[in-house]
Nanobody, 121 residues
Framework: QVQLVESGGGLVQAGGSLRLSCAAS????????MGWFRQAPGKEREFVAG????????NYADSVKGRFTISRDNAKSTVYLQMNSLKPEDTAVYYC??????????????WGQGTQVTVSS
């Protein structure tokens, strides 16, 4: 059984930064690509960023490119999302997921419970 637990969300002013973490249980974390998604109220869940199993390759949604950075530490079974220059439109529940570094929720088999990020203007 794989469990993904996100942390690091909170309330921040526009222009500020947050770092999300996603800790995975199990011994196979390093075998899988990982992704971050977000879902704002009344909107569909959308892809934010993805990273390959090795960390050598990353992929970003156009809306966050240049502001967000995804990384991972396989020794700690943790994937991170560093979010800089935050905007009110970044407000959402953020989820990490296992399985791919590409958009499309169907590519992912395990999901965390989510962490709320709220950006005030």
């Amino acid at each position: 059984q794989v469990q993904l637990v996100e942390s690091g969300g909170g309330l921040v002013q526009a222009g500020g930064s947050l770092r999300l973490s996603c800790a995975a249980s199990g011994r196979t974390f390093s075998n899988y690509a990982m992704g971050w998604f977000r879902q704002a109220p009344g909107k569909e869940r959308e892809f934010v960023a993805g990273i390959s199993w090795s960390g050598d390759y990353t992929n970003y949604a156009d809306s966050v490119k240049g502001r967000f950075t995804i990384s991972r530490d396989n020794a700690k079974s943790t994937v991170y999302l560093q979010m800089n220059s935050l905007k009110p439109e970044d407000t959402a529940v953020y989820y990490c997921a296992r399985g791919s570094m590409l958009p499309g929720a169907r590519r992912y088999d395990y999901w965390g419970q989510g962490t709320q990020v709220t950006v005030s203007s």
